[in-house]
């Protein structure tokens, strides 16, 4: 079998690329640091965010905010630049550079923007030149956006380099500077404008870093909200609203604070696309939002120095719009599968800090019911969506939105309505799944047979790392999550304790070359026995999720073992990575 790179097919929706923890002993310290980088360009530049225009001047600054968090192992780092949009490829040019001169995984650098449209383009227009191509008949401004590169590779340099023993905190707080966007009219017409009635989220999700003694080093704030105060006549440059309140906070604490955009897909600032910030009020967001932030900072009363950190990450793989060109820049991110339909494939990044803080983020704009859906059915208490992260693949509208069309659908989305559905059964398996099963105390990738009890919804999840592999060639596989190699003396046992007897479905998550299928598993627990057949999944690197039929299972502790159902298997019969056992019907 290959095994070229790490990647898992989850209900043929999800392949999950890497998932990291690491441990954190009595010798491991948190340390955390912050750099403020000003990339305001000294002459006019292109604007981003509406038609296309140069700059006249400048209203205020805009910057890189960097934070730097280590736990003893593993170092993260979280960017939050002034800009529009960039293309996937422009985060990924500048991950490469990190990874190869400062040995930092992509997955721990994250790249997130304010989403201002009052601000300089930076490298090749990607996704946007497909769908407004008018607006980029100019050339790519490589002089900036190699300013805009350097100048975020030396903060990040810095940042690891002024790393102080600190403590973390987390808070919630509330806004109401955000409107829903998406009016609607007597004929069901969406277009651009406010809709009050509309959904929204006016949650701030905070964290606080502070030093060993106690004094602030820097703030992250998370509220979603489009950076379009200033609307396309405003031609200085501009943080909007996000820039005024990072700067109107750091006014007060003395520190920066990262301003990171959330699901603000269909979500506007109360006061929108006004000609000059003094006819947009942008003056009064600093009421509107940054007092919010400072009032939710001050409730926060309770840090701690005992920081550990998690961090993962899936591709989501939904169909493409038909007939969407794509730019040769963003190859990476689709893909035509078997029966010729395109798939975008979009990249989420996950991060888990403590067992109570989630983290999770994509390159799109997101409609806030899907976060607000997310959020309010994770098991983590404090469930964050960083929006605008690492790159942009367009607006990512709810099912129901598309009925109604609009700007953010017929114009600048590359997906169609089953995305909803792809992604919530995607970021919502992993928080319930991979998340909040690994602590981020302990190495996720070690095979450690224990016994499983049924979770908080009465699943018995049967996985590699928890079950004990016996046979003459089975091999437990750190990288895929899986035992692998299976021949027909080969088994996984799984010590059980069934709270509750009745009928179980189960579900297999597996993976085998197409060349490969076909052999006959069984799946026993005493006399109970559950055969079927390894169907194809594609590949050794691509992992299914299917039904695979019904076992009863009795009270108490016992055994239940997979193994090969037939005298002689050839070749490898799977890689298994996880049995998932559903009570449906009790005794």
Not at 379 to 395: E, I, K, Q, R, V
Request: aromatic fraction near 10%.
């Amino acid at each position: 079998m290959s095994l070229k790179g790490l990647k898992f097919l989850l209900s043929g929706l999800v392949i999950i690329a890497t998932q990291t923890a690491y441990g954190q002993g009595p010798d491991k310290v948190f340390r955390a640091s912050v750099v403020k980088v000003d990339i305001t360009p000294d002459e006019p530049k292109m604007l981003l965010g509406y038609a296309a225009r140069k700059s006249t001047g400048i209203n205020d600054r805009i910057y890189h905010r960097i934070v730097a968090m280590d736990d003893g192992v593993k170092q993260f780092f979280l960017v939050s630049t002034d800009i529009c949009v960039m293309s996937p490829s422009e985060y990924d040019h500048v991950a490469a550079i990190l990874q190869k001169d400062l040995g930092i995984d992509p997955e721990n650098f994250w790249w997130t923007l304010t989403h201002t449209h009052s601000a300089p383009e930076v490298g090749v227009p990607g996704l946007p030149e497909v769908f407004m191509g008018d607006r980029y008949k100019h050339d790519v401004d490589t002089a900036y956006t190699s300013l805009v590169e350097r100048s975020l590779i030396k903060g990040i340099t810095e940042a690891r380099s002024k790393l102080v023993k600190a403590k973390l905190g987390v808070g919630w707080g509330f806004s109401q500077a955000n409107i829903n966007r998406r009016a609607i009219d007597e004929n069901g017409k969406a277009s651009l404008g406010l809709n009050p009635e509309g959904a929204v989220d006016r949650k701030i999700g905070l964290i606080r870093l502070d030093k060993e003694d106690g004094s602030p080093l820097a703030l992250i704030a998370n509220y979603a909200i489009h950076g379009t105060v200033l609307g396309p006549a405003q031609t200085e440059i501009s943080g909007d609203a996000p820039g005024i309140v990072s700067e109107y906070v750091e006014q007060k604490l003395g520190v920066p604070l990262l301003f990171i955009n959330g699901a603000a897909g269909n979500l506007a600032p109360i006061y929108s696309v006004y000609p000059n910030p003094k006819a947009g009020h942008l003056s009064q967001f600093k009421v509107l939002l940054g007092d919010k932030i400072l009032s939710a900072n001050k409730e926060i009363v309770s840090v701690r120095s005992d920081v550990k950190l998690f961090t993962g990450s899936l591709i989501i793989e939904t169909p493409r719009k038909p007939n969407l060109s794509w730019p040769k820049d963003l190859a990476r991110y689709t893909q035509t599968s078997a029966n010729g339909d395109h798939m975008v494939l979009l990249p989420a990044r996950f991060l888990k800090i403590n067992e109570d803080v989630a983290i999770w983020s994509l390159p799109v704009e997101l409609f806030c019911e899907i976060s607000n859906e997310i959020r309010d059915r994770s098991p983590f208490p404090f469930t964050f969506f960083y929006g605008y992260t690492n790159g942009w693949l367009g607006y990512l509208p709810t099912e129901k939105e598309w009925k109604h069309g609009g700007y953010e659908i017929e114009t600048v989305s590359p997906y169609t309505p089953v995305v909803e559905k792809h992604l919530k059964e995607a970021v919502l398996g992993y928080l319930e799944g991979e998340m909040k099963s690994t602590p981020s105390f302990q190495p996720q990738s070690a095979n450690i047979p224990t016994t499983v009890k049924a979770e908080t919804d009465g699943m018995l999840r049967l996985t590699a790392r928890n079950g004990k592999g016996i046979g003459p060639k089975i091999k437990y596989m750190p990288e895929w999550w899986a035992f692998g190699w299976f021949t027909n003396l080969d088994r996984v046992e799984w010590d059980v304790v069934v709270e509750l007897e009745g009928e179980y479905n189960a579900e297999l998550v597996w993976s085998v070359s197409d060349e490969t299928a076909g052999n006959e598993f069984l799946l026993e627990a005493g006399k109970q026995k559950l055969t079927g057949t390894i169907d194809r999944s594609g590949s050794w690197e691509t992992f299914k999720s299917k039904n695979i039929g019904t076992i009863k299972l009795k009270p108490g502790r016992q055994k239940i073992v997979f193994r090969s159902n037939k005298p002689v298997v050839d070749a490898g019969m799977l890689d298994l990575r996880e049995i998932k056992l559903s009570l449906v019907k009790s005794k």
